[in-house]
């Protein structure tokens, strides 16, 4: 797990952590709005429904309200009504909750009585203005309790992160050439252990799979290796008792296809081993001399393709590695050249640190190119892709780059950056 994806773990905790106390505080918040109000409403509600049903029964008790020590109430009836603002004159009968009126809130009861409305108001301006101030503070207890959830979420994600961010830093520090390493005993006291495990796991399959491939290509190589010294034995005594010319080149051919063979098989087994470059980097060779030799190796090859060879060398350029993988490198670029440009040109042109072929061939589709250095890929029936496949391996041990430009009709170039 990369650390870009621990900090997004970090900001989802927190974020799932903001909203559920953002949620929760503003569902208590309005609860309690809620059950204030409505304590409100049957509070005042009864209040001034009791004294209305007494106006009702009684008119001349309106006096009582007019005491000026009792300033909270106001009474409005028959003419005297005409005086409120036909927005609560209009108004249906029943209770109705701050009504505003010369700028304060009453709670507004609205009976009938001998065939004529009448209004009892009570002042509530005090106990909305406490309403006000408890929103207030509502509000900023919200905050306040969101501010401190985000820094005991952030906390708390820190805490709950730290074994999996020691767990990135350890995979992340593991080499694809170390063997035999397990990390959980690092991670026994966390819940990250059980991950850890499962990682040792698949660390396992994968040496135990690694270790087989490297046994197989070592006893593969030997066993090789023995029967194509005999033919090159063999090759020796023909060559040295055949006097005739064809018999001479056939000899020939086949001591460069057995030394062709005891290059892929050198190659192969370097590909399979994780040693550091460094170790192979001991050896050298000069890219002209490499490409000179190979010409002429490949010059029947050329021959019977009708194919025009041209070679041009700017100045010479020796690479740090053995010249047997920078032959198996050049030799299936030059066959492939070969195979797809019959009758045409290939031209080499070797300028600085770069190497370009370039044919006239017929060119390679647009959708294959993608997938040219795919293993699998061949353009052949009995071909097995092996070759371009092994160029690429080649390549990205030693951090060469290879592109390709092709056009159908047109030809293919491949240029090589040592």
């Known amino acids: 797990m990369s650390g870009k994806k621990v900090q997004t773990l970090r900001r989802r905790l927190i974020l799932s952590t903001a909203i559920i106390v953002t949620a929760t505080s503003t569902l208590f918040a309005g609860g309690l709005l809620l059950i204030k109000q409505q304590l409100e409403k049957a509070t005042f509600g009864n209040i001034v429904g009791k004294h209305i049903d007494m106006l009702v029964e009684d008119p001349d008790k309106a006096s009582v309200l007019n005491n ?38 009453y ?87 059980q991950i850890a495990a499962a990682f040792d796991a698949y660390l396992e399959r994968i040496d135990q799979f690694v270790e087989r491939e490297r046994s197989f290509t070592a006893a593969a190589s030997h066993e090789l290796r023995t029967p194509l010294s005999v033919m090159m034995g063999a090759v020796d005594v023909i060559e040295a008792n055949a006097p005739s010319p064809p018999t001479q080149r056939a000899a020939s051919r086949i001591r460069r296809a057995c030394r062709d063979m005891l ?84 031209s080499i042109h070797l300028k600085g640190d770069t190497l370009s072929i370039r044919d006239t061939g017929k060119g390679i589709a647009a959708a294959d190119l993608p997938n040219i250095f795919e293993r699998s890929y061949t353009t052949k029936t009995e071909g097995t892709g092996l070759g371009l496949n092994m160029v690429r391996r080649i390549c990205d041990r030693y951090g060469w780059q290879i ?11 491949v240029e090589l950056v040592f």
Request: glycine content about 4%; charged content about 25%; proline content about 3%.
């Open 107 to 193: 709670h507004l009861q609205v009976a009938r009585a001998s065939d004529e409305k009448i209004y009892l108001l009570y002042d509530i301006s005090e106990w909305e203005r406490q309403e006000h101030t408890l929103l207030s503070f509502l509000l900023m207890g919200v905050v306040i309790v969101l501010v401190l959830a985000l820094l005991i979420a952030g906390k708390a994600a820190d805490t709950i992160l730290e074994p999996v961010r020691r767990l990135s830093g350890r995979l992340s520090s593991l080499s694809p050439t170390q063997r035999n390493v397990r990390i959980q005993q690092e991670f026994n006291d966390s819940d990250i252990g």
């Open 68 to 105: 000026p020590l009792l300033n909270e109430w106001r009474y409005y009836r028959g003419s005297n009504a005409q005086h409120l603002p036909e927005a609560i004159r209009s108004l249906p009968l029943g209770t109705h909750h701050s009504v505003l009126l010369d700028g304060v809130q």
């Open 403 to 413: 592109a390709v430009h092709s056009e159908q009709g047109k030809g293919t170039r």
């Open 263 to 346: 290059a892929f098989i050198e190659a192969a087994l370097f590909l399979s081993r994780e040693e550091e470059r460094s170790i192979s980097q001991k050896a050298s060779c000069e890219v002209a001399d490499v490409l000179r030799q190979l010409v002429d190796d490949l010059e029947e090859a050329f021959s019977a393709a009708d194919i025009t060879v041209k070679t041009v060398v700017d100045k010479p350029l020796a690479l740090r590695v053995p010249e047997s993988l920078l032959k198996i490198t050049l030799t299936n670029l030059l066959r492939n050249a070969i195979e797809h440009s019959a009758g045409g040109t290939v």
